[in-house]
């Protein structure tokens, strides 16, 4: 093969398909070639799924404001009984029985249907209802529950618990 052959063919080896770069110019990598295409979808020959594939963050939110909610009612109540004061840790067991509740409730929300974010959100309500009935009003539990019920009760953790498990 002369010089002149050569340079004629200025692309041996037009046919192969070009290595993938990364934005500096490195070389890439090609996905496995035992995965299709869309290999993050469950079904490829249909369309993506309407329901979310991740917690949404009001779900999210929800959950952790009533984790820190029954935190705050149990160490309440135990400093209560920790100085003495057992008429008024009987009445903090009262008023935060539905935050825990809310927190024993929060633990389902990866993996449990509609009925458990129905139940938080009654629970949620029954925990608000509680807190006008002290006085003086407790704010942070009546703005936790008001919270905590409007945060499930969006379209997008309605989507999220009646999701196909």
């Given at each position: ?46 369309q993506a799924s309407p329901y979310p594939t991740t917690m949404p963050t ?108």
């Open positions: 093969m002369s010089v002149s052959e050569n340079s004629t063919n200025e692309q041996p080896y037009r046919d192969y398909e070009q290595y993938p770069a990364t934005a500096n110019g490195s070389p890439g990598s090609y996905p496995p070639a035992d995965l299709p295409p869309d290999h993050h979808e469950h079904h490829p020959d249909t009001s779900v999210r939110a929800a959950q952790i404001l009533s984790w820190v909610f029954a935190a705050l009612g149990i160490v309440l109540t135990g400093m209560a009984f920790a100085v003495g004061k057992n008429e008024l840790a009987g009445k903090l067991i009262a008023v935060y029985l539905p935050a825990l509740l809310l927190g024993i409730l929060a633990f389902g929300y990866t993996v449990n249907g509609n009925g458990l974010r129905i139940a938080a959100i009654v629970c949620a309500s029954f925990e608000g209802l509680g807190s006008l009935t002290q006085r003086p009003p407790f704010l942070v539990g009546l703005a936790a529950s008001l919270t905590i019920v409007i945060l499930l009760s969006r379209s997008s953790a309605g989507l999220w618990f009646k999701r196909p498990h």
